[in-house]
């Protein structure tokens, strides 16, 4: 039971697939979930310490699904991380009530499910809580209204979190990715996406998924064990651009 264990959602593939195996190097057991059956399994395939789990989080009964297996598994849960979201963009105008309930069902419901469903485990062990936001959830953009607001939720729910359960030792954060380099991200941005945000990002560059999987174990670490109820963007300092046009740089 020294072993720590990381419930790690969204965890098939990109920023959640990279966590898992940071984790791992760093000696922890983890509870891999996502609702991608087959991908899943690819990802988990030749990982030692780990358990797939093929569930959806927007549902309240696969959710207590999700808790009960991975501590029927590995005892108790350290640290869950909130990882797995939908992105479906598109006008407001075009945002029927599908669309906007399809982004609000993964991406803060099931935040709040996970949370919920989880905390018993964690006040037994005084863990943590990594939350996923993004950077749109802090600044507005077009073709975002379901995207955004649901993000701009998360960052809500995370310190609503902390400053509940600060009182059982249960510690909550939010990463608010910038824009990272996925497979998924450079199928669909095309090479004009690519240079504006090059343009509109200090450091001139997207994200890694390993820069963000780092941000996220130190989170759920005892190396931020007085860190609680704070919003970390992981942006290359995308968020502190503001509306400052590229073109007036020296």
């Known amino acids: 039971m020294t072993k720590k264990i990381a419930l790690v959602t969204g965890a098939a593939r990109g920023i959640g697939l990279a966590t898992t195996k940071l984790f791992l190097e760093d000696g922890w057991s983890v509870a891999m979930v996502d609702w991608d059956h087959d991908e899943l399994q690819r990802a988990s395939d030749g990982l030692e310490h780990v358990i797939a789990i093929s569930k959806d989080v927007s549902k309240p009964e696969q959710v207590d699904a999700i808790i009960a297996e991975t501590l029927e598994q590995f005892g108790k849960i350290d640290a869950l991380v909130n990882n797995a979201g939908v992105a479906d963009f598109g006008p407001i105008e075009d945002t029927d009530f599908g669309r906007w309930r399809r982004v609000m069902e993964t991406n803060l419901d099931g935040v709040f499910l996970m949370t919920q469903a989880a905390i018993p485990a964690l006040k037994e062990t005084s863990g943590s809580i990594v939350n996923i936001a993004s950077i749109s959830g802090l600044r507005a953009s077009t073709l975002r209204v379901a995207y ?103």
């Not at 009182?167 to 380099?181: F, T």
């Not at 991200?185 to 090479?191: L, Y």
């Open 148 to 250: 955004g607001t649901s993000k701009a939720a998360v960052i809500q729910l995370t310190k609503q979190q902390a400053a509940e359960l600060g009182e059982y030792g249960i510690r909550a954060n939010c990463i608010c990715p910038g824009p990272v380099r996925t497979k998924l991200a450079m199928a669909v941005h095309s090479q004009d996406i690519i240079d504006a945000y090059h343009d509109a990002i200090p450091l001139n560059r997207y994200g890694s998924e390993i820069e963000i999987a780092n941000a996220i174990h130190f989170l759920a670490s005892n190396k931020a064990s007085y860190v609680t109820g704070q919003v970390l963007a992981v942006d290359g300092g995308f968020d502190s651009t503001g509306v400052g046009l590229p073109a007036l740089r020296s």
